[in-house]
Nanobody, 125 residues
């Protein structure tokens, strides 16, 4: 069982930056894949970014490529999502997810086994 806790959400203006954090319950992400998804009101949850805890390979949704960066700390206990040049379309609840079966960096919800509780990001125009 892996417990994930996200933090770092908030209310910002368009053009601002935010960094989200996701900490695992006392274990590292080595051998796992970590992902970030988001869900806007009335919409389905969508993929944002993923990172392999072993190889460091990353994957991004086209809508965030060049603006968002996924990374981990050196201990690979915390995964971050640095979000720059935010716009109102980025408003959503952001969820951290872990795939424990392998470090495959999937972009579908069913690719991941454990989920955090979500953190709200609101971008005003």
């Amino acid at each position: 069982q892996v417990q994930l806790v996200e933090s770092g959400g908030g209310l910002v203006q368009a053009g601002d930056s935010l960094r989200l954090s996701c900490a695992a319950s006392g274990r590292t992400f080595v051998g796992y894949a970590m992902g970030w998804f988001r869900q806007a009101p009335g919409k389905e949850r969508e993929f944002v970014a993923a990172l392999s805890g072993s190889s460091g390979r990353v994957r991004y949704a086209d809508s965030v490529k060049g603006r968002f960066t996924i990374s981990t700390d050196n201990a690979k206990i915390t995964v971050y999502l640095q979000m720059n040049s935010l716009n109102p379309d980025d408003t959503a609840v952001y969820y951290c997810a872990v795939r424990s079966r392998s470090d495959y960096i999937g972009n579908r919800m069913y690719d991941y086994d454990y989920w955090g509780q979500g953190t709200q990001v609101t971008v005003s125009s």
